[in-house]
C-alpha cells in the first residue's frame, strides 16, 4: 500500500438537513457515519459533520469563507457537500415558486457553490469532494411533477457541470428516488430506508469497499479535524 494510503482521513461534512440527518434513525445511521465508517483505516482517522438543518447556499457559503474554516480545510482528505435544497425550500414556503424566481435561485446557488468549491480547492487542491445533487421531494408529484422534474434535472445538469470543473464527486439521487414515497419521514427528508440508499450512493462514488480497506489514492493530509470555534 502506498504512503499516501496510510495517512489518516480527516473526513469534513458540511450541509443542510440531510448532511445533520434529519430522518435517520439514530445518529450513527445516516450517510456521513456510514461513509466515515468505510473511509477509515486506523484509529488515528477523525470526521467532523457540521450538518446545520436549514442551512442555504448562501449560510453555507458564509460558514466556509470563516478564517478559521479556511484554516481547517489544507488538513482535510475528504469532504461531503450538501446544498440548494434549502434555497428552493424559502421560495416554496413565501409562495413565490414562480418560474423567473426559481430560475433567479438556481442562478445564485450556482454562483455561490463555485465560489464554496474555489475556497475548498484553493486551499486544498487534492482533498477528495462529494457533491449531492438533487430528488423529488413527495410534494412535487402533487403540485406538478413534469414542471419540477424538469427543476431538478436541470439543477442536477448545473452540479454536473460545476463538479467536472472542480474535479468534485457528484453523487445523484434523482432516478434512485424517483416515485419512492416511502422512503420519506416528512416532505423533504428521507427516513432511515431513504438515508440507506443515499449512504449506497456515496459509498459507490467514493469507491470504498469494507471498513478499514483504506482510502483513495489521493488522499493527503494527516491531521486529525481540529474543534474550531467559530463564535464572534
Same mark, same amino acid.
Given at each position: 500500500?502506498?504512503?499516501?494510503? &496510510?495517512?489518516?482521513? !480527516?473526513?469534513?461534512?458540511?450541509?443542510?438537513?440531510?448532511?445533520?440527518?434529519?430522518? !435517520?434513525?439514530?445518529?450513527?445511521?445516516?450517510?456521513?457515519?456510514?461513509?466515515?465508517?468505510?473511509?477509515? @483505516?486506523?484509529?488515528?482517522?477523525?470526521?467532523?459533520?457540521?450538518?446545520?438543518?436549514?442551512?442555504?447556499?448562501?449560510?453555507?457559503? #458564509?460558514?466556509?469563507?470563516?478564517? !478559521?474554516?479556511?484554516?481547517?480545510?489544507?488538513?482535510?482528505? @475528504?469532504?461531503? &457537500?450538501?446544498?440548494?435544497?434549502?434555497?428552493?425550500?424559502?421560495?416554496?414556503?413565501?409562495?413565490?415558486?414562480? &418560474?423567473?424566481?426559481?430560475?433567479?435561485?438556481?442562478?445564485?446557488? %450556482? %454562483?455561490?457553490?463555485?465560489?464554496?468549491?474555489?475556497?475548498?480547492?484553493?486551499?486544498?487542491?487534492?482533498?477528495?469532494?462529494?457533491?449531492?445533487?438533487?430528488?423529488?421531494?413527495?410534494?412535487?408529484?402533487?403540485?406538478?411533477?413534469?414542471?419540477?422534474?424538469?427543476?431538478?434535472?436541470?439543477?442536477?445538469?448545473?452540479?454536473?457541470?460545476?463538479?467536472?470543473?472542480?474535479?468534485?464527486?457528484?453523487?445523484?439521487?434523482?432516478?434512485?428516488?424517483?416515485?419512492? #414515497?416511502?422512503?420519506?419521514?416528512?416532505?423533504? @427528508?428521507?427516513?432511515?430506508?431513504? #438515508?440507506?440508499?443515499?449512504?449506497?450512493?456515496?459509498?459507490?462514488?467514493?469507491?470504498?469497499?469494507?471498513?478499514?480497506?483504506?482510502?483513495?489514492? @489521493?488522499?493527503?493530509?494527516?491531521?486529525?479535524?481540529?474543534?474550531?470555534?467559530?463564535?464572534?
Amino acid at each position: 500500500m502506498r504512503d499516501e494510503q &496510510l495517512r489518516p482521513v !480527516a473526513y469534513l461534512a458540511l450541509g443542510d438537513s440531510l448532511t445533520e440527518g434529519i430522518g !435517520a434513525e439514530s445518529p450513527d445511521r445516516h450517510f456521513v457515519v456510514r461513509l466515515f465508517r468505510k473511509l477509515r @483505516h486506523s484509529d488515528d482517522c477523525r470526521f467532523r459533520n457540521w450538518g446545520v438543518s436549514g442551512m442555504t447556499s448562501a449560510e453555507l457559503l #458564509h460558514f466556509v469563507e470563516n478564517p !478559521a474554516i479556511l484554516r481547517m480545510l489544507p488538513k482535510m482528505t @475528504h469532504i461531503s &457537500l450538501t446544498t440548494g435544497g434549502c434555497d428552493f425550500i424559502r421560495l416554496y414556503e413565501a409562495g413565490t415558486l414562480t &418560474l423567473r424566481d426559481v430560475v433567479k435561485t438556481a442562478r445564485e446557488i %450556482q %454562483q455561490r457553490l463555485c465560489r464554496i468549491l474555489s475556497l475548498i480547492r484553493g486551499a486544498n487542491p487534492t482533498v477528495s469532494i462529494y457533491l449531492l445533487g438533487f430528488y423529488l421531494p413527495p410534494p412535487a408529484y402533487e403540485l406538478g411533477f413534469q414542471k419540477a422534474a424538469m427543476a431538478v434535472k436541470m439543477m442536477n445538469r448545473m452540479y454536473t457541470r460545476i463538479c467536472e470543473r472542480y474535479g468534485v464527486t457528484f453523487i445523484n439521487p434523482f432516478y434512485r428516488f424517483l416515485n419512492r #414515497h416511502e422512503w420519506f419521514c416528512d416532505e423533504v @427528508h428521507p427516513n432511515q430506508r431513504g #438515508h440507506d440508499e443515499i449512504s449506497e450512493l456515496f459509498l459507490s462514488g467514493a469507491n470504498v469497499q469494507e471498513t478499514w480497506e483504506g482510502t483513495r489514492e @489521493h488522499t493527503a493530509g494527516s491531521t486529525p479535524v481540529p474543534s474550531v470555534n467559530l463564535s464572534g
